[in-house]
Structure formats: C-alpha cells, structure tokens
C-alpha cells in the first residue's frame, strides 16, 4: 500500500471516531470568535454610571469626637470604601468578615438589602428596556455562573432577548456579575471544546487523547490534499493508441 | 454528495495547516504547566497589614479637595494607608481608568514613582533576580495585550526574564509575566490567530476561518456517515488480517465477453480493487480507491447486480442505464456483496519485464519501438491485442530526447520546459504480430505518437503526454513494466472471406499488427485491402513497407489517402485527376472518399457484402462516419469490428 491509501484509510478511520469532535470544535469555536467577548460578558447590560460623590451629603463621619461616627458605630471596620448606591453616597467596609453598607448621609446601615432594594439596584444598572421577572436571594448553593464569595446575593431576572440575570451582593449592593443566555452558552461551548464537562479545565486526559489522535488524522488529511490537488494526474494524457478501460 | 467532497477537499487546503496550528497549540495549552502558564511562577501574595482607621484623614475633606471621584477606597500599598478615588471607573481594572492616590495620613497626592514602583514589584516577588530596569510605560504592552492603563514594567534578572507590572494610576499589581509566559503567549496568538496583537479572538481572520472550518468539519462529517451506509467501515479492513480469522470468499471472474475466466478466492470483505491486485489483475485506477477517478470499472452479472448497492461514487461516474446494467467502480464494493464479476477490458494482466531494443522516429511525431520479454520468453498475443505500460513518476521533458535534425523543423513551435509527472499506466496497441521474423526473437513493436501539449490562451502550463513522453524517451537497453497482452480487438477466425481495413493517423498500429498476421503468420490468400488517411507525406508512416507488401502479394491492396498533401505529390496529383482508381497510388481526400470509390470493385470480387470484414482504427469522428458510410451500403454491425482510442 502505498501512502496515499493509507492516508485515506487511516484518514477515514480515525474521522469515524474523531469526527463528531472536530464538529463540536467547530462549532464550539465558532460561537466563541464569532460572540464579541465583552458582549458575552455582558458589559452591554450594564450602564456602569459615573455619578460622582457628593461630598456635602457625607454628614457621617468616618470619625468625630463631637457625633456619632461609623469608627465609633464600626470599631474592626476594615477595607472602607465611599461610593454611591443608586443615588446615595454610602460606606462600604467589612467588620468581623462582614459586609456592610451605611448611609453616610445619615449612618443609617442599608444592607442587607431588601427585596426592593436589590431590585431598584438591578433596574438603575440595566441597560435594556425589560421588565424584572423575579428576584432571588441566593444565600447558599449558588449556581455556576456565580461565585461562592459573592454570597448572599440576589438574583434579579429580566424579561429579555437573551435572558439576562443581573447579580447585586445583598451585603454591599454592589453588581457583583451578570449573565445572559450568550454568556451560558459560551461556557457550555468552552466546557465542550476543551472536552472537560465539568470544570472547564483544559488539562485533561480525554482531551489529551482526543487531540492526539486528532492531530495525527489531520496530518494524515493534509497528505490527502496534497494528492488530490498538488499531484493530480495531468490533465492532458495520451490520447493515441490509449484504450481507455472503457 | 460529490459537491461535499469538493468543499472538503478545496476547504482543506484553505484551513488544512491553520488546523494543524490549532490542533497543536490545543495539545500544548493541553500539557502546559498552569502554573508556568500563569507567568506567576515568582508570584506571592502581598498582604498589606489593615490600617487604623481613625488615624486617617476624613474621607469627605479628600473628596473636596480634589476632583469629583465615582469612589474612594481606602488601600494600603507597602504598609502605608492612601485613599484611592477613581473619577473615571471602568468596568475591570485593566479597562481605562483615572485616578488619584491620596495619603490617607497628610492628605496629599502621591504618585507612583520608579522607587516605589519597585518596592510594589519587589514586594510581591520570591525570585532571586534583581532589578534590570523600571520603566513607565503607556499601552500597548507586549505582555498585557488588553491593558489600557499606563504601567511600570520592572525587569528582574532571574532565569526566566520576570517582569512584574505595576499600575502607575494606582499601585495596583496588575500582573507578572516571564519567558515560559511569553511562549504561551505565542501560542495563544497562534490559537487565536491574533496576528495584529489584539488582545482578542474575535478578530476578523479568525472568524472567516471558523466558518470555513465549521463547513469542512462538517463537509467532512456528512462524508464519513455517507461511507459509513456504504459499508466501507468493517473491523477486518482496519485490522491487521493476522488479528481476524478471515473467512475466504470465492468470486468467479468472467472475462469481457461473460466468459468464465476463473475463481478467486478473496478474504472476508475485501475490497475488490485491492483483492484483483492480489491476483494479477490490476484495474487502472488514477485515484487509489477514492472513487473519484472511475476508472475501476466493472459489471456484474445480472443475477447479482440489482442487489448491491449504488454508492455516490457509482452514481457519479455512471449513468441510471449503466447502473441498471450493473455497471459499478471496484473501489466502491467489497467482496461479500458478490458472487462473481464481468472485468470489462481486462482478459488476462500477466505481468512482463520489456527491454527496448530499438527506438526510431517514423514520422515528426511518431516513434516505432521495439521490445524483448527480459526473461527472453516470447509472449503469444493475437494480432489487434495491446499491452499496459506502468509509467513510474518521473521527470519529462516536453522535446523529445535525441530527435534527428530533419525532424527538428516541425518541433520549433513547442516550447521546452520540464515537467513532473506521477506514476500512472498506458495502454499501447501492439503493431505486429507475435510470428518471429528474421532470426529475432519475438519482438513487441509499437507506434507511439508523441503528445504534445495543447496550446492554450491561459497561462496554464499543460503536460504534453507524459506516458508517450516517456515511453519514447527510453533508450535502447532500458527496461519497463507492462501487463497484458488484452485482446479486445481482433481479427475472426480465419476464413476465406476480404477483408477491409480502414485506418487513419496513428490508428495504424493494429491493422498493421492484423495485416502482417494474416500475410505472415497464417499465409492467407483471401483479399485485404488496407485503406489509410493521414494529413501530408510526413505523416505516411510506414509507406515504403506496405507498398513493397503490396507489390509481393497479390491479395493485399493498399490504398493511402492524403487529405492535405504538400511538396511534389500535391502538384503531381493537381495536375491529373484527383482520384486517380490505380491500386497502392497515394489520392488526395479523406479514406471515405477512397473507400466509396473502391467499394464497388471490393464487393464484386467478393461475391457480396456477407463475404466481408471490416475492421476500423482511427479517431473517433472518421469511425463514426465511416461506419454510418458502411451501414449506408448494407453492411450489418456484426461485420465491423472496430477499435477505438480516445
């Protein structure tokens, strides 16, 4: 036999084992290049508003002798943030692995945040024009697409082309991560294109196996291409005295 | 089914070598270490002790004196506590952001310098180099493609090239980056086809490869099951046959008149292309089983042919008629779908070593050579029969090697290059007869025409014949393989019957071979006449010996016709009539013409129609007429015999 037929033989063989992955390569890969990564991110869900901190609506000290203060109210407080919620400038910080947020106008402590509250945050960063399906609080068990660290957090759905879910830590009411059906179904792609089903980890034996064998059949395709098109039998052949086979 | 495998086939030459890339780099980011990967490999974590909040300046008096901030943090950078306010925020760090880094104890600005930017990168390095170098940098960087901040890139002198990033707004780590980094960086630009540094897969080039990836997987794919429902998987084609207990299969192989030639036996799902082969006989193939070429053609017999199965390929290359007359490609079929099988053109393909003994130019474009068997064993064949040449690849030339210097004129026109060609087989008339002449031994001669390419207006360089080409450049000595002889034309058993021999061009070969047979070997006295067209004087081959055969033997008529003659023949025949009737003189016209004059005469001396045969060799378009010009006169098909080259 000769290369060119066992190329084919091979060819043919391992695509009869390996052929539905390179389907599923494709396709995977091509979801994946084809998807904007920053709108599968969902970044075009959010506003991202820029309001800016109004310093003169801080009548909460962070500390004072003369009134109450958030040191005074919040001794272990650590890794303090300012920032706005909605449109109220609030304290963000963590005391005793806890996460609060006050009101700096007033000191009133705002988390965790209600229903109501969570899904006004929710509506004020969402940029389509959807309706809020449910909201969720989400205390344990969280789903795939959203980190353990981030709990409790709600969960608030829009009525939306791509069913998007905006995430809103219940503690410091901040959007903590955002998915849409695009953003799922990227990583259901990931998952199959790197062959590893549960977590997404492309060191895996399967995978090494596959692209192996697959790799030696694509080579094997590449002889085939170089036959059928690079030393394809002249056009032109003797046309005198050739008895063509009939 | 056959536009999916021209898909495959073109895409793969398209996105074939980018598949590679991808497929290796996958296997690399496969075995990678995730750790060198991470560029992180002289990475700690720096833990900044917490601050005591009191001691800080108040957060409102920050925000007043300086630009209004969307935030402010408080962070802690080498153990020293600073208001972060970012007045710009991004979504994620490495987008564009602004900021303004505040002590958090005097309520000044501070800005990351190259001092601190190397306590920050030091803090957060294990390794044992030292700073190179500190740069501030604006993006792009190299190493951060999707970086859009300003950073300072500090350089260590460790054994992998560490270089720790710092971001220069804010103090932030943004990352760390080495050697083993920067590799698979290579790889994943590779991956990602990111050839202009993007940052991104979503470029352009990438996403017209995966789409015309996805059509060639699944070109493919579709492919595979289409060979899947033709039974062309089987465990005991994959496997070795000493791992699988093969069942023999007898076949019956009947030659191309039905006639049974003998039984094969076959193992278990073999293919027939390939079982043939295993027993001497060989089906041209071009393709090598892929059922593209068609040339593996065979019939099977009507009990069996309306219940194997018609593949695409099958389809491809033969008609509904054909295919209901059992028509199908050896390829495509295996041995368990049949009992036995009609070969169409192959009667007997014993395999013989030819030495050539001598090569001559006979006209401008025509050689006669000769052949010995290399055993020396002489091969019988019947008169009309050809052999298969085994052409190996080789390099051509398009000019002739040792062309006589008179020929040289007509070869001006045809320009000289070299060319590469593939092995492939050639079928070539034998011109005499297998009777021993003058002491030699058995000689195979044969005609060839040498083909020249065809002048096209394209710039496409076209091969000249390459089998011709190369068959006639062989020297004296050399030796080629040749299965055969096939006796597919050939005269009827011997009678006393005319017989009429109608040739043209280099179509002589085989009646040449047919009339030497009948005067030589079998010594006949029955009338032969031997009608021939060529274009001009040059290309009256073998003049001199037909008219001497003409001129010994009584019943032998040779009859030349030229249809464009030059020089002093075409002003000798201008002058007189130009269908001069005198037996062995050349006429100006086409053989029919010559025939229609002569036929008369034929059929009286023979006492009518039946008591003749005719047999043809030519260009297809002079058979045609010719045979429409006999069925004209009466003469039934059976009474023709013709063979045709194409």
Redesign the interface.
């Known amino acids: 036999m ?1 290369l ?2 066992i190329s ?2 091979y060819h ?2 391992l ?2 084992f390996l ?2 992955q ?2 599923i ?3 995977s ?2 979801y ?6 920053d709108y599968i991110h969902g ?1 075009s869900l ?1 506003q ?6 109004n ?1 003169d609506k ?1 009548h909460y ?3 004072s002798l003369a009134q109450d203060s ?2 005074q109210d919040y001794p272990n ?8 919620f909605i449109d109220r400038e609030v304290y963000r910080f963590k005391q005793d692995d806890i996460q609060f947020m006050v009101d700096a106008n007033t000191g009133q402590q705002l988390s965790p945040l209600d229903e109501a509250a969570a899904t006004a945050m929710a509506k004020h960063e969402y940029t389509g024009r959807g309706q809020v399906l449910t909201a969720e609080l989400i205390t344990d068990n969280p789903p795939f697409e959203l980190s353990s660290r981030y709990l409790p957090a709600w969960r608030v759905n829009f009525d939306d082309f791509g069913s998007p879910s905006l995430y809103i830590s219940a503690q410091t009411g901040l959007l903590v991560t955002k998915r849409h059906e695009f953003w799922r179904t990227f990583d259901l792609m990931f998952s199959l294109h790197v062959m590893d089903y549960e977590d997404e980890d ?3 034996w399967l ?2 196996w596959v ?2 064998f ?2 030696i059949a ?2 094997l ?2 002889v ?2 170089y ?3 690079f ?16 | 089914m056959s536009l999916i495998k021209t898909i495959h086939k073109w895409l793969s030459l398209l996105v074939g070598l980018q598949l590679l890339i991808w497929l290796g780099t996958g296997l690399y980011f496969n075995l990678m270490d995730p750790v060198e990967a991470s560029g992180n490999e002289y990475r700690v974590r720096v833990v900044e002790p917490n601050a005591n909040l009191s001691q800080l300046i108040e957060p409102k008096k920050v925000l007043q004196d300086f630009n209004p901030a969307v935030t402010l943090s408080q962070i802690s950078l080498l153990s020293k506590p600073y208001y972060l306010l970012t007045h710009d925020k991004a979504l994620y760090p490495y987008f564009k952001n602004q900021y303004t880094l505040v002590d958090a104890l005097k309520g000044q600005q501070v800005f990351i310098n190259e001092a601190m930017a190397k306590q920050l990168a030091i803090a957060s390095y294990n390794g044992t180099g030292k700073i190179v170098s500190a740069i501030k940098q604006s993006p792009p960087f190299d190493d951060r493609l999707k970086e859009k901040n300003p950073l300072w890139r500090v350089d260590f002198d460790d054994d992998i090239n560490t270089s720790v990033y710092v971001d220069a707004g804010s103090g932030r780590l943004a990352a760390h980056s080495n050697d083993d980094k920067r590799f698979v960086d290579i790889a994943f630009m590779l991956h990602f086809m990111d050839y202009t540094q993007e940052g991104s897969f979503n470029n352009v080039q990438i996403i017209v490869f995966a789409i015309f990836t996805l059509f060639f997987a699944l070109s493919g794919f579709i492919w595979t099951i289409e060979l899947g429902f033709n039974g062309q998987y089987s465990l005991s084609h994959l496997l070795p046959k000493r791992f699988i207990k093969s069942k023999a299969k007898i076949v019956q192989v009947l030659d191309l008149n039905g006639e049974p030639l003998h039984n094969i036996s076959l193992s278990d799902h073999e293919n027939l292309l390939d079982g043939l082969i295993h027993h001497d006989i060989a089906l041209p193939s071009s393709c090598g089983g892929g059922g593209t070429c068609g040339r593996c053609r065979l019939k099977l017999t009507p009990s069996t042919s309306t219940s194997v199965k018609i593949t695409a390929a099958d389809h491809q290359q033969f008609t509904p008629e054909e295919l209901a007359l059992g028509y199908r490609l050896a390829c495509q079929h295996n041995s368990d779908e049949i009992d036995s099988l009609r070969l169409l053109d192959v009667i007997q393909a014993e395999k013989h070593q030819l030495v050539l003994t001598s090569s001559e130019f006979i006209s401008p474009f025509i050689k006669e050579l000769k052949f010995k068997t290399a055993s020396g064993e002489p091969i019988a064949f019947k008169a009309g029969a050809f052999m298969r040449f085994f052409i190996p690849a080789a390099s051509g030339n398009t000019m002739p090697t040792a062309l006589p210097l008179a020929l040289s004129q007509h070869w001006e026109n045809v320009d000289q290059t070299q060319y590469q060609h593939d092995s492939c087989s050639r079928n070539y008339s034998l011109a005499n007869s297998d009777l021993p002449l003058d002491g030699n031994h058995s000689e195979l001669h044969f005609t060839i025409k040498l083909h020249q390419a065809p002048k096209t207006t394209t710039d496409d360089i076209i091969n000249p014949g390459v089998g011709s080409h190369f068959i006639c450049n062989l020297q004296p000595g050399d030796s080629i393989d040749a299965v055969g002889p096939f006796e597919e034309f050939y005269a009827k058993p011997l009678s006393d019957k005319s017989m009429v021999m109608i040739g043209a061009g280099s179509g002589m070969a085989p009646l040449k071979s047919l009339i030497e047979e009948q005067l030589f070997k079998f010594e006949t006295t029955r009338p032969i006449h031997f009608f021939f067209g060529a274009r001009s004087e040059a290309d009256l081959i073998y003049q001199d010996h037909f008219t001497s055969l003409a001129a010994k033997h009584d019943n032998f008529f040779y009859h030349p016709v030229l249809s464009r003659p030059t020089g002093e023949l075409a002003s000798r025949l201008a002058s007189s009539d130009a269908l001069q009737l005198i037996p062995s003189t050349m006429t100006q016209g086409y053989v029919q013409d010559r025939l229609a004059a002569e036929f008369g005469g034929i059929t009286d001396n023979a006492a009518g129609l039946t008591n003749i045969e005719f047999y043809l060799c030519g260009p297809a378009a002079m058979m045609t007429s010719t045979i429409e010009q006999l069925n004209a006169y009466g003469v039934a098909n059976d009474a023709i015999a013709f063979d045709s080259f194409v």
């Open positions: 000769n060119l037929k084919r033989k043919r063989y695509m009869l052929g539905i390179f389907v390569w494709t396709v890969g091509a994946m290049v084809i998807f904007d990564i970044d959010i991202n508003h820029q309001s800016k901190i310093p801080i000290p962070l500390t958030l040191i407080a650590q890794h303090l943030t300012l920032g706005m492309p060191s895996n995978l090494f692209v192996l697959a790799l694509a080579i395709g590449l085939l291409t036959y059928r098109i030393k394809k039998e002249p056009l032109q052949v003797d046309t005198s005295l050739i008895k063509e086979s009939n």
